[in-house]
């Protein structure tokens, strides 16, 4: 058995073509699915035995909801999935202006261990396949009842990590017969996976890519994110131009301000030196403080004089608005108050 929304167009119409069925039947399965139906005996215009052959090679993999959280404004919205392995993730569903983004998680866990994220804590578990990933964004769309016009893959895990099973799920949500959802609204962020990054590169894709940075140098970053050991600054800036040679495409920086760290106006004044002339966009973040360290955020003030130096550089600079603080919306958050809760019932 199979999970069908791991799937593409193409690949359910040879399933149909090598199964004695016509190749159109695929078309209408999924004209089914992405109207929320998820159930082949609601299939009304499909056959008895077409039915029952879907029966006996697919199931559906959804997400459960353990736990649903909304903002105060009424902005975000944070679910806790569970998958049917018994694997918990996370979502966030953000609303804004233009539309609604949902920041989905790659993995089940990460392996990545940057010191201010809380879904690396645990390690890594387990990769997402295509099908449970667009699962989140299936249900966290019926749950809010709200179309989902932008995917952030910016969730637990690493994207770069999961390479091959990411690659297939952009082609489906992509897809005209899928969830039609542009190129040009999905970011993928990546703590800076540097031979992925050209690979990405090469396949001339239209998303954004987003680079983790939140340092200016390497002696810095190897203090937070343990991928500077494996590679520099100077090469994850060349794979970036790479990337925006062969895509024509902006990145982002992110730079999580982390008070007394990171946050310097000698570092604001490095950090500009490193991306001048660049075709980028530095999105500042003030750190998301969670209990296993001692990272705090940087003040408004300092967020905001880093940004006036990055500005006054010719960097194309953000401060990212914070959402959801209220419900653990922060990556990793919710699922690790969940375990520990879970862990401290065993233990009594």
Known sequence: MKNI?????????????????SVFRSKQVFDWIYKGIYNFDDMKNLPLVTKQ????????????????????????FKFLFKYKDGNIIESVV???????????STQVGCRMGCKFCASTLGGMVRNLTPGEILGEILVAGRETKERISNIVMMGSGEPLDNFENILKFLE???SPNGLNI??????????????????????????TLAISLHAPNDEMRKNIMPIAYKYTIEELLKACRYYIEKTNRRITFEYALVKGVNDGIEHAEELSSILK??????????????????????SPEDVK??????????????????????I????????????????????V
Request: charged share 30%; proline share 2%.
């Open 53 to 76: 052959k879907l029966k006996d090679n697919f199931y559906f993999s959804l997400p459960e909801v353990v736990k649903q959280c909304k903002s105060k404004d009424g902005d975000t």
């Open 305 to 326: 004089k880093f940004s006036n130096i990055l500005l006054r550089n010719g960097i194309e600079t953000t401060i990212r608005r914070e959402m959801g603080a209220d």
């Open 182 to 207: 542009g190129q040009r609204h999905i970011t993928l962020s990546t703590c800076g996976v540097v031979p992925k990054i050209i690979e990405l590169a090469d396949k001339n894709f239209q998303i």
């Open 94 to 104: 953000m609303k804004y202006k233009h539309g609604n983004s949902i920041c989905v």
């Open 277 to 298: 002339g660049m075709l980028c966009h530095v999105n500042l973040i003030p750190v998301n403080e969670i209990k296993e360290n001692a990272l705090r955020k940087s």
């Open 5 to 21: 929304l791991d799937y593409t167009l193409e690949e359910l119409k040879f399933w149909m073509k090598e199964n004695g069925e």
């Open 328 to 347: 653990e919306a922060a990556c990793g958050q919710l699922r690790r108050s969940y375990l520990e809760d879970k862990n401290k019932i065993k233990e």
């Open 172 to 174: 489906i949500v992509n």
